[in-house]
């Protein structure tokens, strides 16, 4: 132990066994007789050398010693409901990585494939067709149970000094499985304690906070928050409309109104939304009423199978070996907690079946699909794979941390801004169609899937920053129809993820075809099609005006 109390074990100590994810920042893996507290099988993970020049060692080493000293309640609430650094793991004098708690069994889901996946909050992000055959059977009770537990968590938290920060449905985990709806947070390494932070924090796309507000402070996790119950209750990834969750909750949703103010002092406390929200969750019905299943349009943001998100501490895939927590000590001692030695771990089931190779050449396919020809080549002509690691605060876009663009007072002088927007956007066309192509021809489904989400995060990014510039210069109808470009594209691109989660175990071009999600694709490549055309109609003119960049609808 060093002079602050954090515990230190040599690497070459530790068992390891198998991989639970390879990311951004970072490897995991299942480490092999240890337990925390005794109960709790645990993981390592262990930074990049890249990462580990950018590592603030001494804020980890604050997180590692932040638990021993506090009262027994505090951490076994914690240990309980997150996975937190129990341990640093050096190598000689450099810290390599850190020790924390495996994900609980509980809050894994299995998935018609016939794998265990952790429970995001990104599958309730859904469709709820999508939902119940991923899920199952979701409520609007059981979604208010949820926000109800992980508001009294975060506004628990901020009593402690603890700012999540990156608070987005990838590094957020749910459980149904039990009397009340239950939440469990991983990346805690991306938190921030005390107002220190272990690396520099990053927001995921389609989840930064309004007018380049910093992350690191309770008002950005109350926006965040707000902005989480207004799409679970829209069933979409980048709604901010509250009207659904009014519908269902005139308290909660005027609470959600509130949250998403631009003004920071406006958002209202977590503490404040415990009451409604227990009310809600007491009177809220056992079914959704049918204007509710068709509010918004479809957007899914699912999650990676195979290996975990970039940097994640949660295993994708992979159930982990492990019991539900146990309570705290007896004897009122505090909590201890960290990693000792111990039987191994039970190990979980393996993973799914591998995927059958259609053998039919992808061209044809996409003739006998029965998609109009011209919606899908316009999908495939000018949407990408690339550009933004999707993946929890490890793993964000690299464009996250780049500076707003900046407004100009002129009409050269936006048009110069979105001009430069615009070409942030490139090169983005090959890789959606060839996992497109390898879909239908089943042959890489893992990988396409990643495809898709990674190109959808690209988008959501670009809306982003479209909505920092200041354009009220130029045409009134060019920034909206950017943006219903964009924001189509990203659907279609989620739509096309979705459609590798509806034939993962039994794959053929036919099950492609007949997925709902393949048409949902289908019909956001049109809308986005039409908007890039009349995107281009109006942009063009002003372009050639300025000496900037004239496009084809393609190059959206």
Known sequence: MTGSGAV??????LVLGRSLGDGGQGKVWEVEKRLINGTWPVAYKEYKPERQRELRTDALERMVAFLPGRPAVVGERLARNTAWPAALVTEGSQVRGFLMRQIPDEFFIPVPSGEQKAAGFEFLLNPLSYVNTMVGTVTPRQLFGLLLALADLLEWLHGLGVVAGDLSPKNLLFSLSGPRPGCFLIDCDAMGLGGDWVLKPVQTPGWQLPGGEPAETPQGDRYKFALLAVRLFLHEQHGQDPAALKRMDRAVGELAQRGLSRTPADRPALADWLDPLRRAFDSAPAAWPAPAQTVGMPSVCAPTAGTGPAGSTRPGGAHPGGARPAGAPAGGRRTAYVPTPSAPARGGPQRGSSIGRAAVVGWIVFGLL?????????????DSGGGSTGGGSSSSSSDTGQPRIENADTREGQATALNRLLSQNTGRRSGVADAV????????LQHDRQVFEDAADARAGLVEKLGGLGL???????VSDLR????????????????VDDVSGNCSSSAVSGSSSWQDAASASASATAAKQDFVAVWNPIASEYGLNTLAWTDL
Request: proline share 0%; charged share 25%.
């Open 8 to 13: 230190r074990i040599a690497r070459s100590d």
């Open 370 to 382: 029965g998609l109009g020809a011209w919606q899908l080549a316009s999908h495939l002509a000018s």
């Open 437 to 444: 192509k390898s879909m239908t021809q089943c042959s890489d």
């Open 472 to 478: 009220d210069q130029l045409s009134g109808d060019l």
């Open 484 to 499: 219903s470009a964009w924001q189509n594209s990203e659907e279609a691109d989620r739509a096309y993820a979705r459609v």
